[in-house]
């Protein structure tokens, strides 16, 4: 009977947004499930761990952040990254491959450049991203599929505007995972100015050609 673009536009940004800001706010939880991060007890710390504790406390800090939890988990890849919904709960995890494979002065590197994302406030503002994407794709999949289906005859409608619109939210996701894609490489270019900024800048060198000698 036609479309109502004021209400698709309501529900385009309520399930974009809305589906981006749960990811969000389950984020930390999800990590420690699905990676297997084992949170760091202070009571319990090893040396290795200590040492761990004590450099991201030093580099919060610095940065004029609350102390987030910090977790290893068993992956041998050299890997770390931060979490979760706000400032205030986040998480640090790193692999245990990291650990292995680079040296403190590269880890503390690694570290702050994962500290400068929280700072930053990256994880919220890719989710906003996501969010805006999201809803551009739901949005703009049923207005094309709608004008399509218009062309179509009558029976076949429904299932046409159907059809079409899972085929453009496919197409337009990986578009928009494009836009998602520059803007993450733009907040990593930061974080590595952060964490030089806040670990050292040749500690933050260091870190980058450990990573590069792993690939």
Do not use: C
């Amino acid at each position: 009977y036609g479309i109502d673009y004021s209400q698709l536009a309501v529900f385009a940004a309520i399930w974009g947004f809305g589906g981006a800001f749960i990811s969000l706010g389950l984020s930390r939880i999800m990590a420690k499930w699905m990676m297997g991060v084992q949170v760091i007890d202070p009571q319990k710390a090893t040396s290795e761990e200590r040492w761990l504790l004590d450099v991201i406390h030093g580099l919060t800090q610095r940065a004029g952040l609350p102390m987030p939890q910090v977790g290893i988990y068993p992956g041998q890849e050299v890997n770390a990254f931060a979490t979760g919904p706000t400032k205030r709960r986040a998480l640090v995890a790193v692999s245990a491959g990291l650990l292995q494979r680079m040296n403190r002065d590269q880890i503390e590197g690694v570290l702050g450049h994962e500290v400068t994302h929280i700072a930053n406030g990256d994880m919220v503002t890719m989710t906003l991203l996501q969010g805006v994407v999201n809803a551009f794709v739901i949005f703009f999949a049923r207005v094309i599929a709608y004008a399509v289906s218009m062309n179509v005859r009558e029976e076949n409608r429904y299932m046409t505007q159907f059809m079409i619109t899972i085929v453009l939210e496919i197409l337009l996701s990986i578009l928009g995972m494009i836009v998602v894609a520059y803007f993450s490489r733009i907040r990593e270019f930061r974080a590595d100015r952060g964490g030089a900024m806040l670990a050292g800048r040749q500690k933050m060198i260091g870190a980058l050609q450990g990573l590069q000698n792993t690939l």
